[in-house]
């Protein structure tokens, strides 16, 4: 029989699509300050600057005349914490999060930055930015997980054709 804490994390693996080679990196993720000096900090400014990229990158290819107003307005509304906040609520993620006994996991800046963390992880874990960025999409619902197969087959190999946006 696995242990709950396991097959949670099973389970998360399974709702952002990917399967960690390294789980300590996961676990890593998954550790606020308030739990360990070695927490994830250093993942949440990377994950941060994949979601940016991500989402900039998405409104810029739909439309490369964007301003750069509409475009930060865009990132901001959809890099936020309220906004990231609320996938993380989707994925059960406050329940995985370690933190010290008098820190609240459900608090928003803890959710917040254990998501960014998650897809610095991913990046880190793949040797592969891209790899995180597909699975922001795909979370965000930007790429069905069918056009993703189609045109991504496998974690390991990158493709760079755009046709999966439409």
Known sequence: MKEPYTSSIEDLQTKIKYQFKDKVLLTKALTHASFSYDNNGALNILGTEIIKTAISFRYLWKN??????DLTSQMVNLSNCDAVSNDASDMKL????????KVDPKAKGVVCGCYRSLFGAIGVDAKNLDVAREKFW???GWISIKNMQKHFPTQDRYSESLDAFE
């Open 64 to 69: 490369y005349t964007i301003s750069k107003g």
């Open 94 to 101: 406050h329940e995985l999060i370690r933190v010290a006994p």
């Open 138 to 140: 795909i979370r965000q």
